[in-house]
């Protein structure tokens, strides 16, 4: 298993293919793990490097720094670092766009291309989801529990999809329950995108920049990405139709099409 010392902390790491480096920053408590639907057909074009965030599942540690966005691009800075990597392409999801923007803000020497996906530039201009979903995120009530993860996570797929895909969905269920997330851990990143507000920096980010989101998520609303593509100089824009905030799982060969025309070009 990679491990690298990051700081106080051990950072767990997996790099797969070759090429330039294509960072993939995993969700809000998710880690490596998410990224199955990606890992094989990105790594046929780049060097793919996935993590679990401070905390999450095989990183062990929190170390004494209070944890934030902020925090974990610096981690990831250290983990190129480790693998000596000058700069690299970058892909977050939902909580993990918020990383990969302040990565881009503080880094810019060090980020080739950005990828956002499904996530949003925070602060007051956000665009919420229903009580329905915040309350559901805020609860740490059985928080690593079967039924809880199930119950949350389907939350992010579309109803069609968990009706005509429950076998997809009860994989990334699956994976999620074997990657336990500590509760301070799960409340440090909630706290933290509660937090966020990159929107008033965003014209400073230099990198060519694809911001992609489903047209139907329940989680981070669509007009979110819509501000965010507009705020950031030399964006794309692409909206998967039919696509939830899952979009990169349920239409996952559409997704990394998208993603990999974009980096290629």
């Not at 902390?9 to 995993?26: F, I, K, R």
């Not at 949003?120 to 809880?148: D, I």
């Not at 933290?192 to 929107?199: L, P």
């Amino acid at each position: 298993m990679p491990i690298t010392a990051i700081d106080d902390v051990d950072l767990y790491y997996n790099s797969t293919g070759t090429g330039e480096a294509l960072v993939l920053v995993p969700g809000f408590a998710s880690g490596a793990w998410s990224w199955e639907w990606q890992l094989q057909y990105l790594s046929e074009g780049f060097r793919v490097i996935v993590l679990d965030p401070r905390g999450i599942s095989n990183s062990k540690g929190l170390g004494n720094k209070t944890l934030s966005i902020e925090l974990i691009a610096d981690d990831i800075a250290g983990l190129l670092n480790s693998l000596r990597i000058t700069s690299a392409h970058m892909l977050g999801v939902s909580f993990g766009g918020f990383v990969a923007q302040e990565f881009a803000l503080k880094y810019p020497d060090r980020l080739n291309k950005l990828v956002l996906a499904s996530t949003s530039f925070g602060g007051p201009n956000h665009v919420s989801p229903s009580l329905k979903v915040l309350g559901a995120f805020a609860s740490t009530e059985g928080l690593n529990s079967s039924e809880r993860i199930r119950q949350y996570l389907s939350m992010s797929f579309s109803p069609d999809f968990v009706a005509s895909n429950p076998e997809t969905v009860e994989e990334f269920c699956r994976l999620r329950e074997e990657n336990f997330v500590p509760e301070r851990v799960y409340l440090g990143q909630l706290h933290s995108a509660f937090a966020f507000d990159a929107e008033s920096r965003l014209g400073e980010i230099r990198a060519e920049t694809l911001v992609i989101t489903g047209d139907i998520d329940t989680i981070v609303p669509i007009q979110n990405s819509r501000n965010l593509a507009a705020a950031i100089p030399n964006t794309e824009f692409v909206i998967i139709e039919g696509g939830s905030h899952m979009a990169f799982v349920e239409r996952a060969e559409h997704f990394n099409s998208i993603v990999r025309d974009f980096l290629d070009k």
